[in-house]
């Protein structure tokens, strides 16, 4: 019997955890001609650095298949063989049962162009630059070239679609799974031992393509392509993309007929949290726990690297600040923690490590002001990546009721509701996992894992431990979230040590005044870091700074441009003293750099994907990618053109450059984009 308890009563956890004052009044609603060889990654993403030469060849790339031999294949193609002898026209759509995968290979392309590569991804995966020059890497990209597989021989190793579900918008949808997204294989960086599995996103039909084409757009993989790179670029974690490749012979068809794409992209994992809402739809218990074991032994180091339990973890007086703490390590994977009624077992260290990793994320978001768009399950990685790119953007005008994605109409996906949101879809994770945490020390009797709880009365029991240890988890969720957030407040501020007060005095009132007066939230924050404290030593001074925050065209929001100038004024008064206690005097140099390697001045905002999709599909130019790329791999520059990058002279577009890093046009603020992809 599949334990059903805490599927109920999680549910009901919900609403009492987002009422709950502290959570959201502290998030801040309140208040080739392709590659140069110079363009190579910054080091600010999460490999570090290690450009230089070297690399390996796709050929000699080293490569595994171990998500495929884990977990259970589609019986309709049991091996790979199976699948190649079936014609391409034969896929449909289909319920795919007792299984995490179907072996299919990708649809045969035309001519594909390769648009662009990332330098940084690249370096990542420890490939050689050379490499994205050749026949090889485009056909790669494409999906015409397999490697592992012996077409002679039909044997070694092949793609795969992944089968998950998911709650989309609240409602449960059933499976939805790969439905254009096809993985080749997973490769180790030698050098900084990360394992990925490489993906191409517009890759053909699958048995999960559902009511649609298996294709992806041009327009919504340019902007996949290059928010990736964007976001690890920020130290913000997310999936990678490494190639974006046009296929000029489709035709795709969404509101008008559209070029079609792929984007080779790679994660340490492309699991989901609807993979664990599928099989528990399913009732199959035992691929629960097979899949979170892979999770915890194949991709997140190890049983042992997974956070022992807290000293106090149910105090939140002491908890607020040491639950935020980086927890001790090295628990054995037999080791049950704490007493009796909240039982830790290794299956919650997963589970916490997955809440906090969570937590982590989408504090930067915030902090950031980026937005998903679309935080359905099947949109949340167990790893806190972020994850799909559809309708995402980041923040113009700071509005914390800012949604980029047009169908949202309830505002379920917006700013304010992302730290909600990632922690509603980690209660559905603790309920696909809800038996494992439950069972405490018995989790692993041979009777409950052959056929789960015994009776009823064992089930309730079950029930409330689990219950509580979710209900547990979301306050370490809750103290992670903002310890990170305001860590990265106060870095953007140019502060080095938070204190209690800054969140309202400085923080909240400083989100209050943007929105008020509708001022661009990142552009704010560099501009900050090349305020000199002595122009803010009068107030006249201080009123003649604010204008450097508003828009050149005005201050749009409430009382304009007078009552920018006073309530701007007064904020940086407050700063400037904060300042002066962390920094001293005289230190604006040192202070301009630190908060310069936290405000980045470019960002992908979505009128600049605009400009560059227009650019690429009506104008022909392709250049514009490189140089896109380039600045998202270097977000925290003042300039570009001109400049050297590991050590060599870049060549840019200064007009370029200046533009996409002032003023967002004024009708272009704020946009919103469909779901059409
Ligand atoms: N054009 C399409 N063809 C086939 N399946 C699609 C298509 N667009 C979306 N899907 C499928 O619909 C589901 C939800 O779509 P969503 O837009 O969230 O995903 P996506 O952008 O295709 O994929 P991913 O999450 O892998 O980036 C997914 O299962 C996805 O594979």
Same mark, same amino acid.
């Given at each position: 019997?599949?334990?059903?308890?805490?599927?109920?009563?999680?549910?009901?956890?919900?609403?009492?955890?987002?009422?709950?004052?502290?959570?959201?009044?502290?998030?801040?609603?309140?208040?080739?001609?392709?590659?140069?060889?110079?363009?190579?990654?910054?080091?600010?993403?999460?490999?570090?650095?290690?450009?230089?030469?070297?690399?390996?060849?796709?050929?000699?790339?080293?490569?595994?298949?171990?998500?495929?031999?884990?977990?259970?294949?589609?019986?309709?193609?049991?091996?790979?063989?199976?699948?190649?002898?079936?014609?391409?026209?034969?896929?449909?759509?289909?319920?795919?049962?007792?299984?995490?995968?179907?072996?299919?290979?990708?649809?045969?392309?035309?001519?594909?162009?390769?648009?662009?590569?990332?330098?940084?991804?690249?370096?990542?995966?420890?490939?050689?630059?050379?490499?994205?020059?050749?026949?090889?890497?485009?056909?790669?990209?494409?999906?015409?070239?397999?490697?592992?597989?012996?077409?002679?021989?039909?044997?070694?190793?092949?793609?795969?679609?992944?089968?998950?579900?998911?709650?989309?918008?609240?409602?449960?949808?059933?499976?939805?799974?790969?439905?254009?997204?096809?993985?080749?294989?997973?490769?180790?960086?030698?050098?900084?031992?990360?394992?990925?599995?490489?993906?191409?996103?517009?890759?053909?039909?699958?048995?999960?393509?559902?009511?649609?084409?298996?294709?992806?757009?041009?327009?919504?993989?340019?902007?996949?392509?290059?928010?990736?790179?964007?976001?690890?670029?920020?130290?913000?974690?997310?999936?990678?993309?490494?190639?974006?490749?046009?296929?000029?012979?489709?035709?795709?068809?969404?509101?008008?007929?559209?070029?079609?794409?792929?984007?080779?992209?790679?994660?340490?994992?492309?699991?989901?949290?609807?993979?664990?809402?599928?099989?528990?739809?399913?009732?199959?218990?035992?691929?629960?726990?097979?899949?979170?074991?892979?999770?915890?032994?194949?991709?997140?180091?190890?049983?042992?690297?997974?956070?022992?339990?807290?000293?106090?973890?149910?105090?939140? +007086?002491?908890? $607020?600040? @040491? #639950?935020? %703490?980086?927890?001790?390590? !090295? &628990? /054995?994977? *037999?080791?049950?923690?704490?007493? =009796?009624?909240?039982?830790?077992?290794?299956?919650?260290?997963?589970?916490?490590?997955?809440?906090?990793?969570?937590?982590?994320?989408?504090?930067?978001?915030?902090?950031?002001?980026?937005?998903?768009?679309?935080?359905?399950?099947?949109?949340?990685?167990?790893?806190?990546?972020?994850?799909?790119?559809?309708?995402?953007?980041?923040?113009?005008?700071?509005?914390?009721?800012?949604?980029?994605?047009?169908?949202?109409?309830?505002?379920?996906?917006?700013?304010?509701?992302?730290?909600?949101?990632?922690?509603?879809?980690? +209660?559905?994770? $603790?309920? @696909? #996992?809800? %038996?494992?945490?439950?069972? !405490? &020390? /018995?989790? *692993?009797?041979?009777?409950?894992? =052959?056929?789960?709880?015994?009776?009823?009365?064992?089930?309730?029991?079950?029930?409330?431990?689990?219950?509580?240890?979710?209900?547990?988890?979301?306050?370490?969720?809750?103290?992670?979230?903002?310890?990170?957030?305001?860590?990265?407040?106060?870095?953007?501020?140019?502060?080095?040590?938070?204190?209690?007060?800054?969140?309202?005095?400085?923080?909240?009132?400083?989100?209050?005044?943007?929105?008020?007066?509708?001022?661009?939230?990142?552009?704010?924050?560099?501009?900050?870091?090349?305020?000199?404290?002595?122009?803010?030593?009068?107030?006249?001074?201080?009123?003649?700074?604010?204008?450097?925050?508003?828009?050149?065209?005005?201050?749009?929001?409430?009382?304009?441009?007078?009552?920018?100038?006073?309530?701007?004024?007064?904020?940086?008064?407050?700063?400037?003293?904060?300042?002066?206690?962390?920094?001293?005097?005289?230190?604006?140099?040192?202070?301009?750099?630190?908060?310069?390697?936290?405000?980045?001045?470019?960002?992908?905002?979505?009128?600049?994907?605009?400009?560059?999709?227009?650019?690429?599909?009506?104008?022909?130019?392709?250049?514009?990618?490189?140089?896109?790329?380039?600045?998202?791999?270097?977000?925290?520059?003042?300039?570009?053109?001109?400049?050297?990058?590991?050590?060599?002279?870049?060549?840019?577009?200064?007009?370029?450059?200046?533009?996409?890093?002032?003023?967002?046009?004024?009708?272009?603020?704020?946009?919103?984009?469909?779901?059409?992809?």
């Amino acid at each position: 019997m599949l334990f059903r308890g805490t599927v109920c009563r999680a549910l009901a956890t919900v609403p009492r955890l987002q009422q709950q004052r502290l959570f959201l009044s502290q998030t801040p609603t309140t208040a080739t001609a392709i590659m140069t060889a110079n363009s190579s990654g910054d080091g600010t993403g999460e490999e570090g650095g290690g450009g230089g030469g070297g690399g390996h060849t796709l050929a000699s790339l080293p490569k595994t298949w171990h998500f495929t031999s884990s977990l259970p294949a589609d019986q309709m193609f049991p091996t790979p063989a199976d699948s190649h002898r079936t014609p391409r026209a034969d896929i449909r759509p289909r319920q795919v049962r007792n299984a995490l995968f179907t072996w299919v290979r990708p649809e045969t392309q035309q001519d594909p162009e390769l648009l662009a590569v990332s330098p940084a991804a690249l370096r990542d995966l420890d490939l050689a630059p050379a490499e994205a020059a050749t026949d090889d890497f485009r056909q790669t990209a494409a999906g015409n070239r397999l490697w592992g597989w012996d077409e002679d021989r039909l044997e070694g190793g092949y793609p795969w679609a992944q089968c998950y579900g998911g709650f989309q918008f609240g409602q449960w949808a059933g499976q939805l799974g790969d439905g254009r997204a096809i993985s080749l294989f997973e490769t180790t960086n030698g050098r900084t031992g990360t394992r990925y599995e490489l993906q191409l996103k517009g890759a053909g039909l699958t048995p999960y393509s559902r009511f649609a084409d298996g294709k992806a757009v041009l327009r919504s993989s340019i902007r996949e392509f290059v928010v990736s790179e964007a976001l690890n670029a920020l130290r913000i974690p997310s999936t990678r993309a490494l190639a974006l490749s046009l296929l000029p012979h489709q035709k795709v068809r969404r509101e008008t007929i559209e070029p079609g794409a792929v984007v080779v992209r790679f994660a340490q994992s492309w699991i989901r949290l609807g993979t664990f809402d599928i099989m528990r739809a399913r009732g199959d218990r035992a691929l629960i726990r097979r899949t979170a074991t892979y999770l915890a032994e194949d991709v997140l180091g190890g049983w042992e690297a997974l956070p022992r339990r807290l000293p106090n973890p149910d105090d939140p +007086v002491d908890g $607020g600040g @040491a #639950l935020a %703490e980086p927890p001790a390590r !090295g &628990a /054995g994977k *037999d080791e049950v923690e704490g007493p =009796e009624d909240a039982q830790e077992n290794r299956f919650q260290r997963l589970y916490r490590e997955v809440v906090r990793r969570n937590a982590l994320t989408v504090a930067k978001w915030q902090a950031y002001g980026f937005m998903n768009g679309v935080l359905n399950t099947d949109n949340t990685s167990p790893l806190g990546l972020s994850i799909d790119f559809g309708p995402f953007a980041f923040m113009d005008n700071f509005d914390p009721s800012y949604t980029p994605n047009h169908d949202d109409h309830f505002l379920r996906y917006s700013y304010r509701n992302q730290p909600s949101i990632i922690w509603w879809n980690l +209660v559905r994770f $603790g309920e @696909a #996992l809800g %038996e494992l945490l439950g069972a !405490g &020390a /018995g989790v *692993d009797d041979p009777r409950f894992v =052959e056929s789960g709880v015994a009776d009823d009365a064992e089930g309730e029991r079950l029930a409330q431990r689990a219950e509580s240890l979710i209900m547990q988890a979301g306050e370490e969720y809750k103290a992670v979230f903002l310890a990170e957030y305001k860590r990265l407040m106060t870095a953007r501020l140019g502060l080095r040590e938070h204190r209690d007060a800054d969140f309202d005095d400085l923080f909240s009132a400083l989100l209050d005044a943007m929105e008020a007066l509708e001022l661009d939230f990142n552009l704010f924050f560099r501009r900050l870091s090349s305020v000199r404290l002595a122009d803010l030593a009068a107030e006249q001074g201080r009123r003649d700074k604010a204008a450097v925050f508003f828009y050149k065209d005005g201050v749009t929001g409430i009382g304009g441009e007078e009552e920018g100038r006073k309530r701007i004024g007064e904020w940086l008064d407050k700063w400037r003293a904060r300042v002066v206690e962390d920094w001293g005097e005289g230190k604006d140099q040192e202070r301009s750099r630190a908060m310069k390697g936290v405000n980045p001045s470019f960002i992908p905002r979505g009128w600049i994907l605009d400009e560059v999709i227009q650019r690429v599909d009506r104008d022909g130019e392709r250049d514009v990618l490189r140089r896109i790329m380039h600045m998202a791999l270097h977000p925290f520059e003042d300039a570009w053109d001109g400049q050297t990058f590991d050590g060599a002279v870049y060549k840019g577009d200064r007009e370029e450059e200046l533009r996409w890093t002032s003023d967002v046009p004024r009708t272009q603020r704020a946009q919103q984009c469909s779901c059409s992809s």
